[in-house]
């Protein structure tokens, strides 16, 4: 898959995953927890294959292109998949444990994401693409 084709694809992953997430986040307050559960399972798996295509091809090409300190930016941003990971494993547990509010870590969770997203689109993704044009010549 080419790169511009690889962006697009995770674009229009971001915007199922903001749907997803407007959708868990009305789930949970209206206590339909087993539709929860699928919502939030269905969001881990795209964003497991999501991250792997990033770090393993976005990231590969602007390391490549600019080394790692070039890539400095990138990399900070693409070490939030820890965290997001992180967030989907408690909004997991979050649903059937009495001590924890779901809700409150699907605002989290929706905060982290479209954050991070917005800076997979604003920095990240443009940095790919000069780094695709760099390794071209």
């Not at 868990?24 to 999501?50: F, N, P, S, W």
């Not at 292109?65 to 408690?90: C, M, P, W």
């Not at 997979?120 to 071209?136: G, I, K, Q």
Request: aromatic letters at 2%.
């Amino acid at each position: 898959m080419e790169i511009d084709e690889l962006i697009t694809l995770l674009e229009t992953e971001h915007e199922k995953i903001r749907s997803a997430l407007v959708e868990l986040h009305r789930l949970l307050e209206a206590g339909k927890l087993a539709e929860a559960t699928d919502i939030i399972k269905a969001m881990d798996e795209t964003l497991i294959q999501h991250m792997l295509d990033e770090e393993a091809t976005l990231l590969r090409a602007v390391i490549e292109a600019f080394g790692r300190e070039g890539a400095r930016e990138s990399i900070e941003v693409f070490q939030e998949h820890v965290e997001i990971d992180s967030l989907i494993k408690e909004m997991k547990r979050s649903i059937t444990a009495v001590d924890v509010d779901p809700i409150a870590i699907s605002h989290e969770l929706s905060l982290l994401l479209n954050s991070h997203f917005l800076k997979e689109h604003a920095s990240v993704f443009p940095c790919v693409r000069e780094a695709e044009r760099r390794l071209a010549m």
